[in-house]
């Protein structure tokens, strides 16, 4: 890593990277740190930043029980077509306004057009949601990994272990108050950059762990049928649930929609090529949650017994399928893979929990003008608080239901079903009619030709808005029982 950043390109980082335009004081502090540490250089330095906070919970965890859920290989294969079309188009779009702007979300839209600020203001309302039930689910993540590494990996195993546990009042809430006071710890000395350097090779470790137990749970038996049911599509099981399903996932996964993108791109240097490295971000993002449907679904189809309805179980998915697999390697074999595992998904869920906390830090600081300590411990306290509800949601509150959903699932379906599709819509619109295609492609064609600026222009004028609008509009038709697709 070297630094050869042009002055230009230096002030644009130093601005998204403060988020705090008017700190003077926290930005040369910023210069002068930047010039002491370097920065990525480069194209793949932001493929990876940008790929490092989207995989996470969402690529491992998320993904396989919604595929469960929806059908298998049909929810797969709308997935795919949705991250080709409409995934392609947002992230170009977002990285680029972002890129173009040299701003966080929340002044990115103003920088462009007054009246749409409100529009920074959506996005990022949805990360304070995410972030605490993230945090929840991190916590199921501790619990486990502290259990194998405890050597009692094989309880794990048993089929209630899961259900006891996130049942259960005092413990969930304890590792999920470890989880956010680790993620806060990192945000609050700004130590990120650490964190990031140690992911280069973490990552690649979870990959590589997750290919190999991917390939044994692929050899034991009863797993064809379990292949199958993930990978080939049964289009009677297709409807319009699948599809905002799988768009959910998709902005989730990718972390679109949120303006996670847009201060992303905000660091990225004018040399470097958009369109290439979004095609780089998607096929990590992609390739990582397809691999972990492969380890999870066939697992679960075979102890399940073929039985889709315990496979459709939700967000215990992993937590009960993958504890039985590890198991089959005996107590050391089981305990040592199960406590390796789980540390790598941790650890990818600290990651991208610490860039989420750390955009509603920057949201914080910039709207109330407060330090980065003082926004930090609020940010801390408010998550602590709000994820509670969405842990006693399994436990002790589960009387508490909207639509048959947990509290945990209910805010999940707010950002992912609502917040999300409104705010990518919202931004096709923004970007179709009100800034131009034109803006855009401009600055994606700085170096060099779009491949796919006719194809983006139609998308995002035409198809994404309408598909979007009509998705949401069905489905939130559909809970509230207004007809039944
Ligand atoms: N994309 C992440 C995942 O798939 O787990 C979730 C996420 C992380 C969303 C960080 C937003 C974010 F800032």
Known sequence: MEDNNTPQTEELQINAASKSQGETAALQENLVEKKKRGSFTGKIGFVLAAAGSAV??????????????????????????????????????????????????????????????FLGVLCAVIPIIILPYYSVIGGWVGKYFFTFLTGSGASAAGDSYFNNFISSPWQPLLFFAIFVTAAFVVVIFGVEK????????????LVLLTIGVTIYALTMEGSAEGVKYYLLPDFKKFSIKTVLAALGQLFYSMSLAMGIMITYGSYMK???????????????????????????????????????????????????????????????????????????????????????????????????????????????????????????GFGVWSAV????????????????????????????????????????????????AFKFKKFFNVMIRYVCPICIAAI???????????FNI
């Open 270 to 392: 004018k040399q470097d090529k958009i369109e290439s490295s979004v095609h780089q971000i998607e096929i990590f993002d992609t390739g990582i949650a397809l691999l972990s449907g492969l380890m999870i679904i066939p697992a679960a189809y075979t102890f399940s017994g073929g039985n889709p309805e315990t496979l459709g179980q939700g967000p215990g998915l992993m937590f009960v399928a993958l504890p039985k697999v590890f198991a089959k390697f005996g107590t050391v074999g089981g305990g040592i893979l199960g406590t390796l595992f789980f540390a790598l998904v941790l650890f990818a869920a600290l990651t991208s929990a610490i860039s989420l906390m750390e955009t509603v830090v920057s949201i914080v600081m910039d709207k109330f003008h407060l330090s980065r300590k003082k926004s930090s411990i609020i940010v801390y306290v408010g998550t602590l608080l709000l994820g509670i509800p969405s842990s006693l």
């Open 56 to 117: 996470g919970l969402g690529n491992i965890w998320r993904f396989p029980y919604l595929a469960a859920k929806y059908g298998g290989g049909i929810f797969l294969l709308t997935y795919i077509v949705l991250a080709l079309t409409f995934g392609f188009v947002l992230m170009i779009a977002e990285i680029t306004l972002g890129r173009k702007t040299g701003a966080s979300a929340i002044n990115a839209f103003k920088k462009l057009n007054k009246k749409w600020a």
């Open 401 to 448: 239901s909207v639509g048959g959903m947990t509290i945990l699932d209910m805010f999940d379906f707010l950002s992912n079903s609502v917040l999300m599709p409104i705010a990518a819509l919202l931004t096709c619109v923004f970007i179709g009619y009100i800034v131009g295609c034109k803006n855009i492609t401009d600055e994606i064609e700085l170096n060099g």
């Open 472 to 482: 949401l509009v069905t489905s939130i038709l559909d809970v509230f029982g207004v």
């Open 194 to 205: 650490g964190i990031e350097k140690v992911s280069k090779f973490l990552m690649p470790a």
